[in-house]
């Protein structure tokens, strides 16, 4: 059964859900277990640093994030294998490929990318932190205020936290102060400038509206409210971008190990196996994507984005490619094994 393109964004689609759910699972989870009072604490004292290990941001906490982008690879190398067609023996005959998941290349990729996406996430949360708390500080906030700015407030109606900045990256924690900031200015140029943040809760426009009349600020009660419902926003937007991100690059670089792998039985030689970029070509698809959409490459030989980015497959990030070719890509690979040359090979 051969590939396309199509099925290979519906198998994307099924995997993306459940690495969104194990980032917010991993957020709530941190927030849910936040001490206030010891916060409070850390921040009156200027103990910034120790917020961070205070709240439990480890490696460990993200672990089942982890296990679902392996889930990812997984589907990825068997979704490939299970598609490729027979690889002819040398000897007569022909086997079917079967995705070995603990070959050291494809543990080596895993451990290596599941430690970058972690590490990254800890250090952007290091310098949201930061951030909270330099600008609580030059607003004469006092240090609860501050700690609950990052772990967020309890909802009555489901008794957990909302609203912290804990899970965002350090400019979406801009973007909330900032939003925090317009709120409070009375301005009415400000205030305006409010209501075209794409993710606001559009349910508070109308406190927002009264202000601009009123030439007034919101009052701060209003204010967490719709700044802790703009943060949730953000963090459930930076779930789904991780998702899509991650799912992305282990299903893709799991159906390239797998054509490794059936090279390195010895029955595929990589001159035959080559590999066409796709996107999807729609309105949301990258410019640069959509202008290497056909581009044909060999087995090793990377696509070139406009960018200038070299690219193993959509969402490889080994040759130094950046968010403008990663984040939220959805494009995909087609394989083609050259079988009558490989055959004639096989029978040399």
């Known amino acids: 059964?051969?590939?396309?393109?199509?099925?290979?964004?519906?198998?994307?689609?099924?995997?993306?859900?459940?690495?969104?759910?194990?980032?917010l699972e991993a957020i709530a989870t941190l927030v849910a277990a936040a001490e206030v009072g010891r916060l409070e604490r850390l921040i009156r004292d200027g103990r910034v640093p120790d917020v961070l290990a205070e709240l439990g941001l480890s490696a460990a906490a993200f672990s089942r994030l982890v296990e679902a982008i392996r889930a990812a690879f997984v589907a990825g190398g068997e979704y490939e294998a299970r598609n490729m067609p027979r690889i002819p023996r040398r000897t007569g005959g022909s086997f079917r490929l079967l995705f070995n998941v603990q070959n050291p290349r494809a543990e080596a990729w895993l451990r290596?990318?599941?430690?970058?996406?972690?590490?990254?996430?800890?250090?952007?949360?290091?310098?949201?932190?930061?951030?909270?708390?330099a600008e609580g500080t030059r607003l004469g906030r006092n240090p609860r205020q501050t700690a609950l700015d990052i772990v967020g407030r309890i909802d009555r109606q489901t008794g957990r936290r909302t609203g912290g900045i804990v899970g965002l990256t350090s400019q979406q924690a801009r973007y909330v102060t900032n939003a925090r900031a317009q709120l409070l200015s009375g301005d009415p140029d400000q205030l305006r400038e409010y209501l075209t943040r794409r993710l606001r809760d559009r349910r508070f426009d109308g406190i927002v509206r009264r202000a601009i009349a009123a030439e007034a600020p919101v009052s701060l009660k209003d204010v967490e409210r719709i700044t802790g419902r703009y943060a949730d926003r953000l963090l459930r937007f930076r779930g789904e971008t991780i998702a899509r991100t991650e799912a992305l690059a282990a299903f893709n670089v799991a159906r390239d190990e797998a054509y490794l792998q059936a090279i390195d039985t010895g029955s595929v030689a990589p001159q035959n196996v080559t590999k066409t970029w796709g996107s999807v070509g729609d309105a949301r698809t990258r410019d640069a994507h959509a202008a290497m959409h056909g581009q044909k490459r060999a087995m090793g030989e990377p696509f070139r984005s406009p960018t200038g980015a070299l690219l193993k497959h959509p969402g490889d990030a080994s040759l130094g490619a950046g968010a403008a070719d990663l984040a939220n890509c959805r494009c995909a690979a087609l394989y083609r094994v050259d079988f009558l040359a490989q055959g004639l090979a096989n029978a040399a």
Do not use: C, H, K
């Open 1 to 23: 059964m051969a590939t396309s393109r199509e099925d290979i964004i519906r198998q994307l689609d099924a995997l993306e859900p459940a690495i969104r759910d194990r980032f």
């Open 112 to 133: 290596e990318q599941s430690s970058r996406l972690v590490t990254a996430i800890i250090d952007d949360q290091r310098e949201a932190i930061r951030q909270v708390v």
